[in-house]
């Protein structure tokens, strides 16, 4: 092979040289502000991560109070039923009238202690039967607790039972 074909194929070294530093650009012509929809895109996502954290916790937070709420409303329910069957057996001048007519409602003094935020309604009626003889009057007694309206507080507890109790007469 002569020399000059060998120079065909195989060209002499070229000397290695640093090239020019390139020019950075500030922007590229294929981007077009991808990066920016999305860094949007993650900061809505972790938003909403932090709305949902958010609203449970609170959630969490409000049950115990809720809980309790509803154990007070029945153990203020549980009073009014006793002071209903107590008075309606004890007491003459206590207003349960005769049925058919409409039980009448009482409120629950105001100085039973324990009731503190919560009003409770007593109704009472009653029917008369003959046993053995004996007058038997059958009180139905119904007490209603509530510590508010609906719509008005967060921490709303009602309750409503319902006992029946005879006397002899």
């Known amino acids: 092979m002569s020399r000059?074909?060998?120079a065909r194929h195989f060209p002499a070294a070229v000397p290695v040289t640093e090239?020019?530093?390139r020019r950075v650009t500030a922007r590229r012509k294929t981007q077009h502000g991808m990066s920016i929809m999305v860094a949007l895109f993650i900061l809505v996502v972790l938003a909403l991560l932090g709305v949902a954290l958010v609203t449970i916790g609170g959630?969490?937070?409000r049950q115990p109070l809720l809980s309790l709420q509803g154990k007070r409303a029945?153990?203020?329910?549980?009073t009014g039923l006793q002071w209903g069957a107590h008075e309606a057996l004890h007491d003459a001048g206590f207003n349960c009238p005769e049925q058919p007519a409409a039980p009448a409602n009482?409120?629950?003094?105001?100085?039973?202690s324990g009731l503190d935020g919560f009003s409770v309604s007593v109704s009472?009626?009653?029917t008369t039967h003959k046993e053995h003889g004996k007058t038997v009057r059958i009180y139905d007694i119904e007490a209603?607790?509530?510590n508010g309206v609906f719509g008005q507080r967060p921490d709303l507890a009602q309750r409503q039972?319902?006992?029946i109790v005879s006397s002899s007469g």
């Open 4 to 6: 000059n074909a060998h």
């Open 19 to 21: 090239r020019p530093p």
């Open 59 to 61: 959630v969490e937070h």
């Open 74 to 78: 029945f153990w203020a329910a549980q």
């Open 106 to 112: 009482v409120k629950l003094p105001s100085s039973v």
């Open 124 to 126: 009472c009626s009653y």
């Open 144 to 146: 209603t607790a509530r």
């Open 161 to 163: 039972y319902r006992t």
